[in-house]
């Protein structure tokens, strides 16, 4: 996935980054997101586009998930009143 943001402004260490074009299109749209201005590229400031390119690690998100789920298993068994509900909005 790429789209195009604009560096709307700098505000202390961040970024706040504005979807533009496509990714601006959607409804709703008006979001804006914070990035940490040591990772913007060398010269980057406010007003200036940047192309922003997304993709999934399919490696790292599994390794990820492993250690999350040797964790809980260390933990040990929930108990009924602890146990998290199917789908409860957490990370997956």
Do not use: C, H, Y
Request: without cysteine; proline residues 8%.
């Amino acid at each position: 996935m790429e789209f195009l943001a604009a560096i709307d402004r700098l505000e202390g260490e961040v970024a706040v980054l504005a979807p533009i074009g496509e990714a601006a299109s959607e409804p709703g749209s008006g979001a804006r997101f914070l990035w940490p201005k040591r990772l913007l590229p060398q010269g980057a400031g406010e007003g200036v586009i940047l192309r922003v390119t997304a993709a999934v690690d399919e490696g790292l998100t599994l390794a990820a998930r492993d250690r999350t789920r040797n964790l809980l298993d260390a933990l040990g068994p929930f108990s009924d009143d602890r146990k998290p509900e199917a789908g409860g909005g957490g990370p997956a």
